[in-house]
């Protein structure tokens, strides 16, 4: 299995309960005796992150879990026999994308079996919904059929219920979850959403 979380990370100084939520799952899958490889872009500082070439080739940061955990520094052009070596040993893939629109990001985008994204509604705009539309995109052109999780830390408001009208008018195959105040229940409840056997296949 494949799971991408888009932009969990580094969507907004304000998302910061959801700071480290790929390796958090990665974790607590870890913890339930899974095999487990957690791919992280490393991404330079905010000021030298305007780069315009997607083809330009970045590191990533290959975490093997399971209780225990060994990093090593991986080169974008290695990650893909990284990825192919994980699924032939039966590991479960999670990959943390801050910038999803990079060459080798996309084609994670393309082999997932999951995309998690996480929206806070109050700062919703034009601009992130083009950006994550094109990921969607991006994933579906191989399976038209991907799950597709929206966590959400507001869906009661006016706001927040226009946002997911939106979103479940133009998108099928998707779920919401709504963000709890408590960073641990939300943690059980993605890791319930995801994983249980109703959400998606362990392939």
């Known amino acids: 299995m494949l799971l991408s979380l888009v932009s969990a990370r580094g969507a907004s100084p304000h998302a910061s309960h959801y700071a480290g939520l790929a390796a958090a799952i990665a974790q607590r899958r870890a913890q339930m005796g899974r095999n487990v490889l957690l791919l992280t872009q490393c991404m330079p500082d905010k000021q030298a992150n305007q780069y315009k070439r997607p083809t330009e080739n970045r590191t990533w940061q290959a975490r093997e879990m399971k209780i225990s955990a060994t990093i090593r520094t991986v080169h974008s052009d290695a990650l893909m026999a990284e990825l192919a070596t994980a699924r032939q040993t039966g590991y479960d893939v999670i990959a943390d994308l801050q910038q999803a629109h ?22 919703w705009d034009r601009d992130q919904q083009t950006r994550m539309m094109k990921c969607i995109r991006t994933a579906r052109e191989k399976n038209h059929s991907l799950p597709l999780l929206f966590i959400l830390d507001d869906i009661n408001s006016k706001t927040g219920q226009d946002l997911v009208n939106k ?8 779920r919401f979850l ?14 319930k959403s995801i994983f249980l056997p109703a959400a998606i296949p362990s392939a």
């Open 167 to 174: 979103l479940a008018r133009q998108l099928h195959d998707i």
């Open 178 to 191: 709504l963000a709890n105040t408590s960073p641990d229940l939300t943690l059980s409840s993605i890791y």
């Open 102 to 123: 990079t060459d080798v990001a996309l084609h994670l985008l393309a082999e997932s079996h999951m995309l998690v994204f996480y929206l806070q509604t109050a700062l």
